[in-house]
């Protein structure tokens, strides 16, 4: 637990509110207490260009619920076993229906920045109706949400610090309140006052690959959002009393290719649930055989399985196994650059025929399926099976094992080639429990003095999850941090 003992000799700079994280949750938090007449600073920990988190690649839409009773059903139902207190579905409810407003009482454009049909994810739930209504137009991805969201700080008078992660949170030892932030930048340690309270912006745990295998169940992940997230909130958060909740749940998994050389996934086309390469391609595990149907259309990684919903098996390694139709039939990656870090960010080259890629070996090839399976470590007579099943269930038009229904195309005579898939994933949903004000709390549910969070750092999503629900929570949250922080007296 941090103590008064840290406290500095001399603070660098003050804000009567210091955000720690510059995405949606940070700019709704930093505006809000703008307008209300106070004095924010961002710190952000990457450098200016890649500021924006997962917001800034997302699919760009944010949920604005049209009723909050509604509302109020529909998370009730998503939460379902992994049950949420009602207090908190109830603000988040009534503050989900005041996105659009209070967007355009900042000087932004609702229409211009929600996403066309998606679809409402779960429309069997109650309450699913409450899910805003799109409209139509080309507003879906190119950082368009992000790029208005970040203009609203411009705007006004609120300095970011780039390059400035937070490291640490000044706790009194006495009280037990927050006094502000350490934060490092240029090497150097420098030490942030917050007169009024601090807000917790700085995202998931994406990045985090103990984190990863301590909380998903998963050997290891990777993303498709921001490589800067790597759960620093939750280690400050705990550092000073903090309790935990919804670690276990995450946008995914779903399957894509990670190498050395990018930070975040490439997703191919192949295994798109609305595209459809010509080619034979199965995704095999570590023993040669399928375990799912490769192109279901999967509830952000959760598929639906015995009146429940569970995330997609990923038994790692995997490899999906396709044969020369696929290989020449343009680039397997899916580099339209809409959203996603590697496609909108990093924006890597990859050739037109794959070739760049197999030289690479990002692609292995073989003239024989036998050699193939050699080449990727698994059993050739298992993997021998597998085709052939597959092939059999082409010519017969029904995938006897997975249901698949797209791309029921038979290998071709090879050679044949594999990519390894990773599990990737959007986004985690976990982090420090909130409480309805925002404050993050100890595990006896009492606040810790003066600290706050919003966004997907301890969002309120505990099982299933409506699309666009992220970012509009971290419109709600950011603002009803803001007004609450504001509430507190000031430190002198
Ligand atoms: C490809 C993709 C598509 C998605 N599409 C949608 C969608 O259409 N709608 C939707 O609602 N959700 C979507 N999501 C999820 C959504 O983008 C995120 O959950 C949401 O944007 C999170 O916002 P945030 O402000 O909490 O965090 P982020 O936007 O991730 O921002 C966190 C910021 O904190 C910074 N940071 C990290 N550590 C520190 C530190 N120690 N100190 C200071 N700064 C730090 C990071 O650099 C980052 O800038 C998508 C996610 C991805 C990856």
Known sequence: MGSSTNTPAKWDMEADIVVVGFGAAGVAAAVTAHELGANAV?????????????????????????????????????????????TMIRVWADEMCKNNDWLTSVGGDPQEHQHPPVGIEFPDLPGSDCVHKFHDGPTYGYSYTWKRFESLVKERAIPVCYETPGRSLIQDGATGEILGVRAEQDGTQIWVKARKGVVLTCGGFENNQQMIRDYLGLPYCYTSG???????????????????????????????????????????????????????????????????????????????????????????????????????????????????????????????????????????????LA????????????????????????????????????????????????????????????????????????????????????????????????????????LAFGRIAARNVLAEISLN
Request: aromatic fraction near 8%.
């Open 42 to 86: 961002i710190l952000e920990k990457a450098p200016e260009g890649e500021e924006g988190g997962n917001t800034r690649v997302a699919g760009q839409g944010y949920l604005n619920a049209s009723s909050a009773d509604s509302a109020v059903a529909y998370l009730t139902a998503l939460c379902g076993p992994y049950t949420v207190p009602k």
């Open 371 to 474: 050699g193939l399976a050699a080449t990727i470590g698994v059993d050739p007579d298992a993997l021998a099976t597998t085709v052939e099943r597959w092939n059999r269930d082409c010519e017969a038009g029904a995938d006897t094992e997975f249901s698949r229904t797209l791309m029921m195309a038979k290998f071709d005579q090879g050679p044949y080639y594999a990519i390894e898939m990773s599990p990737s994933m959007l986004n985690t949903q976990g982090g420090p429990r909130r409480n309805e004000k925002a404050q993050i709390v100890r595990p006896d549910g009492s606040p810790i003095p003066r600290l706050y969070s919003a966004g997907e750092l301890g969002s309120i999503y505990s099982y299933l999850y409506q699309g666009t629900g992220n970012i509009g929570e971290c």
């Open 226 to 368: 921001s490589p800067h997230n790597e759960g620093d909130g939750i280690s400050m958060a705990m550092a000073v009393g903090a309790d935990l909740w919804h670690m276990n749940n995450f946008a995914g998994p779903s399957m894509a290719l990670k190498v050395p050389e990018c930070p975040t996934t490439f997703s191919m086309q192949a295994l798109h649930y609305s595209k459809e390469p010509e080619g034979g391609m199965v995704v095999v595990g570590p023993d040669g055989r399928r375990f799912t149907d490769e192109k279901y259309k999967t509830r952000h990684g959760k598929i639906a399985g015995h009146g429940t919903w569970k995330a997609m098996p990923t038994p790692c390694p995997m490899h999906m196994v396709f044969d020369q139709t696929m290989m020449s039939g343009g680039p397997l990656y899916d580099s339209e650059p809409s959203h996603g870090w590697t496609q909108i960010v990093e924006r890597p080259d990859w050739s037109d025929d794959n070739s760049a890629e197999l030289a690479k070996g990002w692609i292995k090839k073989s003239d024989t």
